[in-house]
């Protein structure tokens, strides 16, 4: 899965000869329940990648693909019970979340033993949950003081785990007694900052949700104060360290505006290239304690089994009708469609973005009863929302979107998602397939069909190779 280009920002702190001087292999913490570590192996030996010749430190490592069943899993009241606050536990099981998921089952034991963490697990899996059971387990809601922070890549995310956060740390109203509430901050790139200032200068809230470039100018001018952090979470950790704008803000967070002694430090992602150099440099760079784990789930499949591929060879012309034709014999529930960003030559001669022309065709052809509704960067942030509260609100929807929706957005009456483009690397392909198959237990099978030229095709199969599945070759009439 490794690509070569990926932590091109991390390489350049690991030297050559660093190898010599790696802390030794650290082992199982003790005192876990035997159900849990169950199908749990601590390893020294070399996983998944090949160019990821680094010797481990420490892995969490379930091999198979063997994900627990409804009926075999430990319940989230059995791992939570003691750390996470009855009315939370209440609250998970009102919303449906009894049995605890692969990650849940090997992360959260690990996370309420304080031990940093590197959540290695397929999209869909349920990594947020976990994160967020830690930070309740920790605050004190009846403090106000900012306890625990995670930082997302995109506002869209942001959102998302904000929604989520409030839901779960909602006061509880036990015997007519009404608690203080657990307050969570969205502080998002495009969002009202200067509400934020005052809010953060007169209550500071208890859990703040940021994307890195709106928390660093907080952090700047003093506004915003991480004295009393417990938790950091950097969620989809990979991106944000290949994004070069953010990788030196990401890296002041670590090291500047606080200190891994002082915080229990969680990272979060379905792809961590390289993960043994990552856990090292995470170590090495003091982003973590010396005692962190990379907790690696289903590491032999990296994307659900629940999605099957598919592809389609095409010339360009063919694309609109052939992607048509698709979703008319596949009748998907809701499906998304994505589409690579303009280029700048394309932009430069004026030629209509893709997404535009792709909706034109789709107006004018489709015939079904799917909403058709676009996602991508070049819209503002009010629309943005605005599409993917209607997505939420109504479902049955053909959402057209850039890569923008393709980390961590979590639509999960998504059945179809179509590849218009091929995704730029293997690590986009097993983003943008993981939008759909986000029901933990459900084994009902998901569709991901990409189109591509017969040029393409080799792409296709390196990719493939790199994400361990099988994609089949379909042929459409048009
Ligand atoms: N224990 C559980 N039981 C049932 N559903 C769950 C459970 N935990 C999480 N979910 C649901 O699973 C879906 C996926 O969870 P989540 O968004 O946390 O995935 P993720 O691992 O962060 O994926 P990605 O890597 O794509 O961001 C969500 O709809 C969430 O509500």
Redesign the pocket.
């Known amino acids: 899965m490794a690509s070569t280009s990926a932590y091109r920002h991390l390489q350049f702190v690991f030297s050559s000869n660093s190898a010599a001087r790696y802390p030794p292999f650290i082992t199982q913490s003790k005192n876990l329940n035997p159900r849990l570590s169950s199908g749990v192996n601590f390893i020294n030996r070399p996983l998944c990648s090949t160019s990821d010749s680094m010797p481990v430190q420490a892995v969490i490592d379930n091999p198979s693909d063997v994900t627990v069943t409804e009926e075999s899993a430990l319940t ?1 009241r059995e791992i939570c019970h003691g750390h996470v606050p009855e009315h939370v536990l209440r609250r998970i099981e009102e919303v ?6 692969d ?2 089952q090997q992360g959260l034991p690990l996370l309420f033993s304080g031990r940093d963490c590197i959540l290695h ?9 976990t994160y967020l059971l830690l930070i309740l387990s920790l605050i004190n809601p009846q403090r106000s003081a900012v306890q625990a922070l995670i930082v997302v890549p995109t506002r869209e995310l942001g959102m998302q785990v904000t929604k989520v956060a409030r839901m779960l740390a909602a006061s509880p109203v036990d015997n007519e007694l009404v608690q203080k509430s657990c307050s969570v901050m969205a502080l998002l790139d495009g969002g009202m900052l200067k509400r934020h200032k005052t809010w953060l200068k007169a209550e500071p809230p208890v859990i703040v949700v940021a994307t890195i470039a709106s928390v660093c100018q907080m952090l700047e001018k003093r506004i915003l104060k991480l004295e009393s952090m417990q938790v950091l979470v950097i969620d989809e950790v990979d991106f944000m360290f290949n994004a070069s704008k953010q990788v030196s803000y990401l890296r002041k967070l670590l090291t500047t505006y606080s200190s891994c002694s002082n915080r229990q430090t969680v990272f ?3 792809s961590i290239p390289q993960h043994r150099r990552f856990l090292h440099d995470c170590i090495q760079q003091k982003w973590t304690k010396s005692d962190a784990v990379h907790v690696h789930v289903n590491s032999i499949a990296p994307m659900p089994s629940c999605l099957q591929h598919r592809f389609v060879i095409c010339s360009k012309s063919r694309r609109h009708q052939t992607l048509l034709s698709l979703i008319q014999s596949d009748t998907p529930e809701s499906a998304i469609i994505f589409v690579g960003e303009q280029s700048e030559k394309s932009k430069k001669a004026g030629n209509a973005p893709p997404t535009t022309l792709l909706i034109n065709f789709l107006e004018t052809s489709y015939e079904g009863c799917l909403d058709i509704v676009l996602l991508e960067e070049d819209m503002n942030f009010n629309s943005r929302a605005a599409s993917l509260s209607e997505v939420r609100k109504r479902g049955g929807y053909l959402l057209i979107a850039t890569d923008i929706a393709a ?2 957005v ?1 639509l ?1 009456e998504t059945t179809h998602i179509y590849n218009f483009d091929l995704p730029r690397a293997a690590v986009d392909y097993l ?1 943008r397939a ?1 939008r759909t198959g ?4 459900s084994d009902k099978k998901c569709t991901v069909t990409t189109i591509i030229s017969s040029e393409e095709q080799f792409v296709m199969e390196r990719y493939e190779n790199e994400l361990m599945f099988n994609c089949e070759m379909i042929t459409v009439q048009v």
């Open positions: 989230l449906g979340f009894r049995v605890a998921t990650v849940q697990a397929q999209t869909g899996s349920g990594k947020t949950l979060a992602s379905a980390r961590g979590d999960p983003h993981g986000r029901k933990p237990f």
